[in-house]
């Protein structure tokens, strides 16, 4: 079974500021991963995935995510936020060698400030 | 080139009353994934759909069923509403596995009064 952890429902940032989201898995096998952003009344996007190739995987709208096998995690970082970056960020981690049917988090709620 | 289309878009029903929703994939791609979003939460996995039959199954009741067609449609039909059934519910479609992603459609809005 697995499972994602995202740490704080609401984050908040200046505009211009740092963005970092955190994400925690559960996996009994080599995970895949994925961040995927919401807007308000819209689908999901993928942002990016890591697929078990390169740690450090860059995804667009200038986001990137580093996976850590030692934390189990895959936080979501962007240098610089900008207003059109509000929106909800969820986490999901699927199996590599099953199904690679994906387990979301609960999400997260970014809210830019000017 | 279009991607995953869902219709419709908003739908309000009473509670005991049946549904149907409609689910077209992006071009390419063979699987059909449902979820239902509840406000405030993360999708959940309802069920999949590869090659017109049902290949994995969330944790939901029978009253939550789907089908796909040979064009790689889909529907999710829930039966005997409930109010807690109210939700967004998303399509997501993918090649075979979806290992490298899923795409998903922007969704339909079910309110149950």
């Known amino acids: 079974a697995q499972s994602v952890t995202q740490l704080g429902s609401h984050v908040s940032v200046s505009e211009g500021a740092l963005v970092l989201l955190r994400c925690n898995y559960s996996?009994?096998?080599?995970?895949?991963l994925f961040w995927y952003v919401q807007y308000p009344n819209q689908g999901l996007q993928l942002l990016l995935k890591?697929?078990?190739?390169?740690?450090l995987v860059k995804g667009i709208n200038g986001f990137e995510a580093e996976f850590k096998k030692s934390e189990t995690s895959f936080h979501l970082t962007k240098p610089s936020a900008h207003m059109s970056d509000a929106a909800e960020y969820f986490c999901?981690?699927?199996?590599?060698?099953?199904?690679?049917?994906?387990?979301f988090g609960r999400g997260t709620s970014l809210i830019v400030h000017p | 080139d279009a991607g995953v289309t869902q219709s419709p878009t908003h739908l309000i029903k009473t509670r005991g009353q049946q549904v149907t929703l409609r689910c077209s994939p992006k071009?390419?791609?063979?699987?059909v994934s449902w979820y239902q979003q509840a406000l405030g939460q993360g999708p959940q996995f309802i069920f999949q759909?590869?090659?017109?039959?049902?290949?994995q199954r969330g944790n939901f009741p029978d009253r939550f069923s789907g089908h796909q067609f040979p064009n790689y449609s889909s529907e999710l039909n829930v039966n005997a509403l409930w109010l807690g059934d109210s939700a967004l519910y998303l399509c997501?479609?993918?090649?075979?596995?979806?290992?490298?992603?899923?795409?998903f459609g922007s969704g339909t809005r079910l309110t149950v009064v």
């Open positions: 996996s009994s096998v080599p995970p895949y």
């Open positions: 071009s390419g791609h063979d699987t």
């Open positions: 997501a479609s993918s090649f075979r596995t979806g290992n490298y992603g899923y795409t």
């Open positions: 759909y590869y090659e017109e039959e049902e290949r």
């Open positions: 890591y697929t078990s190739a390169a740690t």
């Open positions: 999901a981690v699927s199996l590599s060698g099953g199904s690679y049917i994906p387990t």
